[in-house]
């Protein structure tokens, strides 16, 4: 079952940092044609923003997000090769069924995971809902 999750984000990975270059290429619009002369500079206020325009803004978004990916992407890959932990990556990440997953041991010490990282609530001097009455 491992093998085949790993396989599986293998895929989805390869098809993000190749198949949305390749669908940008193939289907966006890249608005830029050359340096734009003072006068349509001049113009650029009064221009009126047609669907071809805002198709040309949401391609290079597009790839600026990819563009920060694919390096957020290559930092994780140095770290990974090198065994150290990537820059601003959290030490301690909670999933979704409460286990805690640590990264690898350091000499400094860390809280455990049952430990909680703030004190619990002060007791309430009202009954649990369950015992209230109407």
Do not use: K, Y
Request: net charge positive; with cysteine.
């Amino acid at each position: 079952m491992t093998r085949l999750r790993g396989t599986a984000a293998l895929a989805v990975l390869a098809a993000l940092v190749a198949g949305v270059p390749w669908a940008l290429v193939q289907f966006g619009n890249w608005p830029i044609h050359g340096v734009p002369t003072g006068e349509q500079l001049r113009d650029l206020g009064d221009a009126v923003v047609s669907d071809t325009a805002v198709f040309a803004v949401l391609t290079v978004a597009a790839w600026a997000v990819w563009s920060v990916f694919l390096a957020s992407l290559l930092v994780e890959v140095v770290a990974v090769a090198r065994g150290v932990q990537a820059p601003g990556s959290p030490s301690r990440v909670r999933c979704s069924d409460r286990r805690a997953v640590s990264s690898p041991p350091s000499s400094s010490p860390s809280p455990s995971p049952t430990t909680p990282d703030r004190p619990p609530p002060a007791p309430s001097s009202r009954p649990p809902p369950h015992e209230r009455h109407p």
